[in-house]
């Protein structure tokens, strides 16, 4: 499974962007598919992620402000985020797991940065 990321950009706090991660291969649909972000001097985070059957959960700080989803006719997850903020700013990476199956894919990083 390869993992393409993009919709990362420069936006001004307040406001939105759509994240979108497509991967190849004919397992999407059984996988468990997370975004992650790294800021700059500090460690890679769970931002949000989403179980094949569709369950979420997402890090407290982007509660109600992000929101993850997937089409899997589309081998697709996206991640809209809402009211940006400045320590938003960071590299969101695209991750695809099935611990059933022993696989943990991740894709290339895309860059968001929160201008205040």
């Known amino acids: 499974v390869q993992l393409q990321a993009s919709g990362g950009g420069l936006v001004q706090a307040g406001g939105s962007l759509r994240l979108s991660c497509a991967a190849s291969g004919s397992i999407f649909s059984i996988l468990r598919m997370a975004w992650n972000r790294q800021a700059p001097g500090k460690q890679r985070e769970l931002v949000a992620a989403i179980t094949s059957g569709g369950s979420t959960n997402y890090a407290d700080s982007v509660k109600g402000r992000f929101t993850i989803s997937r089409d899997n006719a589309k081998n697709t997850v996206y991640l809209q985020m809402n009211s940006l903020k400045a320590e938003d700013t960071a590299v969101y990476y695209c991750?695809?797991?099935?611990?059933?199956?022993?696989?943990?894919?991740w894709g290339k990083g895309t860059q968001v940065t929160v201008s205040s």
């Open positions: 991750n695809a797991e099935s611990p059933t199956l022993g696989v943990d894919y």
